[in-house]
């Protein structure tokens, strides 16, 4: 267990349909980011926060957002599905900051997306 | 300019061989480099990560070389075991920044 908690682990839905995928870092990190992985393809960094607010954005498409909450879990919601939004999506946090491993990220196990 | 090129896609190895993992980057402001490793239906986990300031780190069977001139690094795993069959990522960051990975190397060790 890499501490980094994600759900749901599986979620089968339908084109148009909207989902929201939940992660709550490991316990101390201030950051969280998202990163897409699809079939055979690497990990496409998506967005990242830092104690609440957004700090960097990747190739994240207006149909999806996220937020990071005061108690620091974040929120990942993809809206519109299309059947290329078919993925993995992971979470990571880190430390976020100068304190010895400010970008050491550790993964969660993901959330597996199928849009039929 | 944020790329991270890696390869090779795919590697064979025999058991008690060594694997090598290549990774090329760009940006000059890049000063912390990761390596990590990927089981089927799992998270990535960090491996072992290094710094512009050393050539080289070793940890167990698993080493990286850097080559700050040539702005590459590689992942050296020796005595390659079955189990050590996995998806290898590499990755660079600036700062705090987020990790650039590379499309990653698929592992295959025969016994």
């Known amino acids: 267990d890499s501490g980094v908690t994600q759900t749901p682990k599986h979620l089968i839905t339908a084109t148009g349909q909207r989902v929201t995928l939940r992660c709550s870092p490991r316990s101390g990190d201030l950051s969280v980011y998202w990163y897409q992985q699809s079939l055979d393809q690497g990990l496409q960094f998506l967005i990242q926060?830092?104690?609440?607010?957004?700090?960097a954005k990747g190739n994240i498409l207006e149909r999806f957002s996220a937020q990071q909450f005061p108690d620091l879990h974040s929120e990942l919601n993809l809206s519109s599905l299309e059947l290329g939004d078919s993925a993995l999506y992971f979470c990571?946090?880190?430390?976020?900051?100068?304190?010895?491993?400010?970008?050491?990220?550790?993964f969660g196990a993901g959330s597996r997306l199928t849009v039929l | 300019q944020q790329q991270v090129k890696q390869s090779p896609q795919s590697l064979i190895v025999q058991k008690g061989g060594i694997s090598i993992i290549n990774c090329a980057y760009e940006?000059?402001?890049?000063?912390?480099f990761p390596w990590y490793q990927q089981f089927p239906g799992k998270g990535p986990a960090l491996l072992i990560a290094i710094r512009p300031d050393v050539s080289e780190k070793k940890e167990g069977r698993f080493t990286i070389s850097f080559n700050k001139s040539a702005k590459q690094f590689s992942l050296h795993i020796m005595d390659s075991q079955p189990g050590d069959s996995a998806t290898y990522f590499c990755a660079a960051s600036k700062d705090t920044d987020k990790l650039i990975f590379g499309t990653g190397t698929r592992l295959q060790v025969f016994p």
């Open positions: 990571a946090s880190s430390p976020g900051d100068r304190r010895g491993g400010a970008n050491v990220l550790t």
């Open positions: 940006n000059t402001a890049f000063d912390y």
């Open positions: 926060y830092y104690n609440g607010e957004e700090r």
